[in-house]
């Protein structure tokens, strides 16, 4: 039997604790919060982990990852955190091809493709110029898309990148939020900026809104323009009609490459209007040219719950639909 009572001391030497522990100790509470039934303990430099003798193991592998981490590249994110508990190795990941870097973000951040899904999407997008990435929330959609756009801007593959959203409310009415038209629009395209601001420097960022090397824009300031020599990622596109995406779609240039995001099961559409997102994906998928990139909760490399959060509400919707079928 594997789960009788055990009891691990662990020593930890040659890093800074608040680094492994983090502030308020809020990297051990992520910790325990993804074992529960074990007990840890820390005191200085010593750690003490209580509980069945299967998962005080498991913690205290996980802590020494931790601290290998903080040794060998001497960082230890939040993120990182999620991850090692979410089961990915940094070391495994980064030794593959599959894993390689995108780009390096601001301080020299390594930002590359987390699951293998996020990796076709990068293999997706260098063979083809239309992708359609389609997942739930936390998939990592937005933000590998925005960072294949970046590389592509440094290596000079295009010349700008734009990126849009259908300006779309999501329970919340945007005519009664204060301010001009663009503090109105600013928060519905606030991912993209956090994404551009993970990724560029502040200044080179600015400069680059300035001239209009990186425009962010809703979908309707999309209308009437040919975009060309540029990378554009159409983000939140469950939330476009069909006649938004067509439009869309008919305004790429010859050397333009395109991502679309979306999430189908969250459609912000009034109930009277349909998706075009589906209909686009299916219709165009066989065109050359065109590739559809399908993520999932194993893609999610936010908090551990979001992968449960997603699989609790996926049943839910699934009952729901058999119900009709069940009554009849």
């Not at 939020?177 to 993209?192: H, N, S």
Request: net charge positive; with cysteine.
């Amino acid at each position: 039997m594997n789960n009788y009572q055990s009891e691990i001391n662990l020593q930890i030497q040659g890093i800074e604790l608040l680094d492994l522990y983090g502030e308020n100790n809020s990297k051990l509470i992520l910790l325990q919060k993804s074992y529960p039934d074990v007990k840890i303990t820390s005191r200085g430099t010593k750690i003490k982990i209580s509980g069945s003798k299967k998962e005080a193991q498991q913690v205290k592998n996980k802590l020494e990852l931790m601290i290998r981490l903080l040794k060998e590249r001497k960082d230890l994110s939040t993120d990182t955190v999620i991850e090692v508990l979410n089961g990915i190795n940094p070391f495994e990941r980064s030794g593959t091809r599959g894993y390689k870097t995108i780009v390096h973000g601001r301080g020299g951040k390594v930002i590359r493709a987390k699951t293998p899904n996020q990796r076709r999407l990068v293999e997706a997008t260098a063979s083809h110029d239309i992708v359609f990435a389609l997942g739930p929330a936390g998939t990592g959609k937005t933000y590998t898309a925005v960072a294949i756009a970046v590389n592509a801007l440094r290596n000079r593959g295009v010349k700008k990148i734009i990126l849009t959203r259908p300006a779309v409310e999501a329970g919340e009415s945007l005519g009664f939020l204060p301010g001009d038209l663009k503090e109105k629009i600013d928060p519905y395209l606030r991912p993209l900026y956090d994404a551009l601001d993970d990724m560029i420097p502040v200044e080179t960022l600015n400069q680059f809104m300035l001239n209009r090397t990186i425009e962010i824009a809703p979908l309707a300031f999309m209308r009437g323009r040919t975009l060309d020599n540029a990378f554009i990622i159409l983000d939140e596109a469950q939330n476009c009609t069909t006649m938004q995406i067509k439009m869309f779609l008919t305004r790429l240039g010859p050397s333009a490459k395109c991502i679309i995001t979306g999430d189908l099961s969250q459609i912000d559409l009034p109930a009277r209007q349909r998706s075009g997102l589906r209909l686009a994906s299916n219709l165009l998928n066989n065109l050359k040219g065109v590739s559809s990139i399908y993520l999932d909760s194993g893609d999610v490399v936010r908090h551990r719950l979001v992968k449960e959060i997603i699989h609790a509400y996926s049943a839910h919707e699934e009952k729901v639909r058999r119900r009709p079928l069940e009554e009849e």
